[in-house]
T-cell receptor
């Protein structure tokens, strides 16, 4: 069965430090992977996505993610965190259900706190 | 423009009330979604509309009734809700290309924060 895990429930980093958020997936077919960010009380904003090709994808706000098929991972990185990056981060895999269309399988989320 | 709008932003209702949530997009997307999100949890899929037809209903109680009047609008009608239905309700849309695949990018609205008393 398809699933997405985000091993870290909560991460705290200092402003200016580097960041890596982990995402592992289990999916029987070609995975299409997404990272979304959600500020408190807000909707989800797409950071980046991976469909095919170069395994290192660039997103908005200085984020990047690397797809590693051998490790079933799609980790999100940022070289220097800003206080405004404090939010909840969700990894998701697109899942196609025959005759019903596509939906997402979301990971449980990682909450990022940033220290000044 | 990748904007999905939702109204109202906040809603407080009693258990006997009838209310509706509205969602609108003008990106020409043909798939629209309703999600329910509880605090500190990922969004849970409720309904999917594809080309204005209901394609997925995740066994949602009948007190939630979706409606897709046209390709740009999605409503969620609420009736006789319970306090445990209090949550953030998110709408999303995607292109819904043909042939269908699992690589649809979903764009989310800001959500409606619902409180049921």
């Amino acid at each position: 069965a398809q699933s997405v895990t985000q091993p870290d429930i909560h991460i705290t980093v200092s402003e200016g430090a580097s960041l890596e958020l982990r995402c592992n997936y289990s999916y029987g077919a070609t995975p299409y992977l997404f990272w979304y960010v959600q500020s408190p009380g807000q909707g989800l904003q797409l950071l980046l996505k991976y469909f095919s090709g170069d395994t290192l994808v660039q997103g908005i706000k200085g984020f990047e993610a690397e797809f590693k098929r051998s490790q079933s991972s799609f980790n999100l990185r940022k070289p220097s965190v800003h206080w405004s990056d404090a939010a909840e981060y969700f990894c998701a895999v697109g899942h196609f259900r025959d005759n019903y269309g596509q939906n997402f399988v979301f990971g449980p989320g990682t909450r990022l706190s940033v220290l000044p | 423009d990748t904007e999905v709008t939702q109204t109202p932003k906040h809603l407080v209702m009693g258990m006997t009330n009838k209310k509706s949530l509205k969602c609108e997009q003008h990106m020409g997307h043909r798939a629209m979604y309703w999600y329910k999100q509880k605090a500190k949890k990922p969004p849970e899929l409720m309904f999917v509309y594809s080309y204005e037809k209901l394609s997925i209903n995740e066994s949602v109680p009948s007190r939630f009734s979706p409606e897709c009047p046209n390709s740009s609008l999605l409503n969620l009608h609420l009736h006789a809700l319970q306090p445990e239905d209090s949550a953030l309700y998110l709408c999303a849309s995607s292109q819904d290309e043909s042939p269908a695949t699992n690589k649809e990018t979903q764009y989310f609205g800001p959500g409606t924060r619902l409180l049921v008393l």
